[in-house]
């Protein structure tokens, strides 16, 4: 993430919609025990990776949007995708279809700048 972000701030290059995941920051207080247990356990390594390059993007003067989707699903898409600034009211799975539709949408929308908005 650091020379990410170095290289869009060389090159006056200003949004960067990021892939982050729902318990991941901020949202960990809204996931269930076992996601807990998972990210603690056998994703720990992951999850400290995406926490300290998302230390680097919130320091940054990007205007990001850093997208916390639930479980990722191998299906065709089925519309209707919610963000939410706490996860309330959100499924905990999206399809990769949905989600790449909506994550394209957000370099044109000003909605959830500087936001980890969970999607599902």
């Known amino acids: 993430m650091r020379n990410l972000v170095a290289a869009m701030t060389k090159h006056g290059v200003k949004r960067l919609v990021n892939l982050s995941a729902w318990g991941s920051q901020d949202t960990q207080k809204t996931i269930s025990l076992m996601q807990v ?11 400290n990776d995406k926490k300290r ?16 989707p639930g479980r990722l699903l191998n299906k065709p898409a089925r519309g209707g995708v919610k963000a939410s600034a ?8 999206i399809t990769r279809a949905d989600l790449a539709q909506w994550m394209v949408e957000q370099l044109t929308s000003d909605v959830w700048v500087r936001k980890s908005p969970v999607v599902g």
């Open 37 to 47: 247990i998972l990210q603690g356990v056998l994703l720990r390594n992951i999850f």
């Open 86 to 93: 706490d996860g309330e009211g959100i499924k905990h799975s």
């Open 53 to 68: 390059g998302e230390k680097i993007l919130f320091a940054s003067n990007l205007d990001y949007v850093n997208v916390c």
